[in-house]
T-cell receptor, first 115, second 114 residues
């Protein structure tokens, strides 16, 4: 158990819908990262927050957005869902804010299926 | 840019050794290695910072050649528990647009059989 929690574990929804994925980082970690992993693919970095502020952005679609709240939990919002958005979404947290990044602790992931 | 990992997959018998390589076309500040078992989250193995250091973790070690922008992960006397997909994540230099995030390779699938 990494100490990072993600909810829900599974999500099945239809095309065009909007969903919210939630992540709670390890106690004391200020950085939160979101990754997308499609079937048998690598980890695609989406976005990073540090202490409530956006720190780095990857290939995140405009239909996707995220935020980190004062209690440090983070939410990833996916809208106008398409079949290709079906993937495993991981949240990770770390103490380090970036640049010389420390170990990232990954949550168990949310499996999103768009039908 | 995404680092390139090789091989894509490797099958070993218990006790055999393996090397997984990670190459980048850009200057690297650090390389991170993670292992992911099927259906689970990636788990951190080690970080290597610029300077060509070599690190070890049980019977798993890694090297980082900053000049060649390459890293290698060495698994010796493999155990059944080593099976999984190994990812390298590369970090660019501070100040670059991608400097503060990891870019992961496609992964190397390692299977250790009895």
């Amino acid at each position: 158990d990494s100490g990072v929690t993600q909810t829900p574990k599974h999500l099945i929804t239809a095309t065009g819908q909007r969903v919210t994925l939630r992540c709670s980082p390890r106690s004391g970690d200020l950085s939160v990262y979101w990754y997308q992993q499609s079937l048998d693919q690598g980890l695609q970095f989406l976005i990073q927050y540090y202490n409530g502020e956006e720190r780095a952005k990857g290939n995140i679609l405009e239909r996707f957005s995220a935020q980190q709240f004062p209690d440090l939990h983070s939410e990833l919002n996916l809208s106008s869902l398409e079949l290709g958005d079906s993937a495993l979404y991981f949240c990770a947290s770390s103490v380090e804010p970036g640049n010389t990044q420390g170990e990232q602790y990954f949550g168990p992931g949310t499996r999103l299926t768009v039908t | 840019q995404q680092p390139v990992q090789s091989p894509q997959a490797v099958i070993l018998r218990e006790g055999e050794d393996a090397v997984i390589n990670c190459s980048s076309s850009k200057a690297l500040y650090s390389v991170h290695w993670y292992r992911q078992k099927h259906g689970e989250a990636p788990v951190f193995l080690m970080i290597l910072l610029k300077g060509g250091e070599q690190k070890g973790h049980d019977k798993i070690s890694a090297s980082f050649n900053e000049k060649k922008q390459q890293s290698s992960l060495y698994l010796t006397a493999s155990q059944l528990s080593y099976s999984g997909t190994y990812f390298c994540g590369t970090e660019g230099y501070p100040g670059e647009t991608s400097g503060s995030r990891l870019t992961f390779g496609e992964g190397t699938q390692l299977t250790v059989n009895p």
